[in-house]
């Protein structure tokens, strides 16, 4: 038995010639990833490569760039409240999910003011008023903060590839009982945040950790973690109103699932999909044993917003 070697043409038809890629040389290599990594960097401070060209322009944007890093750490180094869901993580993780229809907080949004993200901070603040509460803490002087992703896409970049986001470190006005002057501290502290260099910052330092070696990127986040610059991420991804089908079934919620950091037990995502708003909570159980009665304060705290906008 003869095996035809893999290589051997078919009867009656030929062999493609090899293709061999082009051949760079270790200079090529580097020139090549320089540039990549200096056009990211240039970018992220607001200027195309021919910026390049005007070098007291590049200069005032450098600055600038450094003072907004300089902002955005200023912010992440001034540390949170210390409360029990800041403690060390555990290897075990709790989930639990709720329901909101997403024209009931569009109402609230529309009577009320502010943005749909402005309505479920004010909510989430709210939820964690009482839950604190009930660990006798003094919730009257509370400096809670939380990690919130928003995006920071232009109307003409809407339906690229990619992500353009700035994570902000937003004050959540926990220590404030009433629910309307909650919505009214969050939206005065987003419009602070997006006017000031924070979102700036985010994308220099993001451009900049490519230049930095795994093992330092590592050791600055454990460094940063260890600080608490903040106690929860709160994250609101908007997703398609129409609904989406697998095999003839359709898909009837979506609930993310927030990756916990260290000293961070609980956090909270929310997913606008066809007309409702799921609501995912992830914890740690040691440090949050009764998750479902967070996850019932955040509606408690929402129909408490929704009442008084009706009135």
Same mark, same amino acid.
């Given at each position: 038995?003869?095996?035809?070697?893999?290589? $051997?043409?078919?009867? %009656?038809?030929?062999?493609? $010639?090899?293709?061999?890629?082009?051949?760079?040389?270790?200079? +090529?290599?580097?020139?090549?990833?320089?540039?990549?990594?200096?056009?990211?960097?240039?970018?992220?401070?607001?200027? !195309?490569?021919?910026?390049?060209?005007?070098?007291?322009?590049?200069?005032?944007?450098?600055? /600038? %760039?450094?003072?907004?890093?300089?902002?955005?750490?200023?912010?992440?180094?001034?540390?949170?409240?210390? !409360?029990?869901?800041?403690? #060390?993580?555990?290897?075990?993780?709790?989930?639990?999910?709720? +329901?909101?229809?997403?024209?009931?907080?569009?109402? @609230? #949004? +529309?009577?009320?003011?502010? !943005?749909?993200?402005?309505?479920?901070?004010?909510?989430?603040?709210?939820?964690?008023?009482?839950?604190?509460?009930?660990?006798?803490?003094?919730?009257?002087?509370? &400096?809670?903060?939380?990690?919130?992703? @928003?995006?920071?896409?232009?109307?003409?970049?809407?339906? !690229?590839?990619?992500?353009?986001?700035?994570?902000?470190?937003?004050?959540?006005?926990?220590?404030?009982?009433?629910? &309307?002057?909650?919505?009214?501290?969050?939206? /005065?502290?987003? /419009?602070?945040? #997006?006017?000031?260099?924070?979102?700036?910052?985010?994308? @220099?330092?993001?451009?900049?950790?490519?230049?930095?070696?795994?093992?330092?990127?590592?050791?600055?986040?454990?460094?940063?973690?260890?600080?608490?610059?903040?106690?929860?991420?709160?994250?609101?991804?908007?997703?398609?109103?129409?609904?989406?089908? =697998?095999?003839?079934?359709? =898909?009837?919620?979506?609930?993310? @699932?927030?990756?916990?950091?260290?000293?961070?037990?609980? %956090?909270?995502? &929310?997913?606008?999909?066809?007309?409702?708003?799921?609501?995912?909570?992830?914890?740690?159980? +040691?440090?949050?044993?009764?998750?479902?009665?967070?996850?019932?304060?955040?509606? #408690?705290?929402?129909? $408490?917003? /929704?009442?008084?906008?009706?009135?």
């Amino acid at each position: 038995m003869r095996i035809r070697d893999h290589r $051997e043409a078919p009867v %009656g038809k030929t062999l493609h $010639e090899p293709h061999f890629p082009e051949r760079l040389s270790a200079i +090529d290599l580097l020139a090549s990833e320089v540039g990549r990594r200096v056009t990211g960097l240039v970018s992220a401070l607001g200027r !195309t490569p021919g910026a390049l060209r005007e070098p007291a322009d590049l200069a005032g944007r450098v600055r /600038e %760039g450094v003072a907004a890093v300089s902002e955005t750490l200023s912010a992440a180094l001034r540390p949170a409240s210390n !409360t029990p869901i800041n403690q #060390k993580l555990g290897p075990h993780r709790r989930l639990d999910w709720r +329901d909101l229809e997403l024209s009931r907080v569009k109402a @609230v #949004k +529309d009577r009320l003011g502010g !943005t749909v993200n402005d309505v479920v901070l004010a909510t989430v603040s709210g939820a964690l008023r009482e839950f604190l509460a009930l660990r006798r803490l003094d919730v009257d002087n509370l &400096l809670i903060r939380a990690n919130v992703p @928003v995006s920071l896409r232009s109307l003409d970049e809407r339906g !690229t590839l990619g992500n353009r986001i700035a994570l902000f470190m937003a004050e959540l006005p926990v220590s404030v009982a009433d629910p &309307l002057e909650r919505l009214a501290r969050v939206r /005065e502290t987003m /419009e602070r945040l #997006k006017s000031s260099r924070q979102a700036m910052g985010a994308e @220099v330092l993001a451009a900049v950790s490519e230049w930095t070696s795994a093992t330092l990127l590592s050791l600055a986040v454990r460094g940063a973690s260890r600080q608490r610059p903040y106690n929860l991420v709160v994250t609101n991804v908007p997703g398609p109103q129409i609904p989406l089908y =697998m095999l003839g079934a359709r =898909m009837e919620r979506c609930y993310p @699932v927030v990756n916990l950091q260290p000293q961070q037990g609980l %956090g909270v995502g &929310l997913f606008s999909y066809a007309g409702a708003l799921g609501i995912g909570l992830t914890a740690d159980p +040691d440090q949050v044993p009764d998750l479902y009665v967070f996850a019932s304060a955040i509606i #408690k705290s929402f129909e $408490e917003l /929704e009442r008084l906008a009706r009135a």
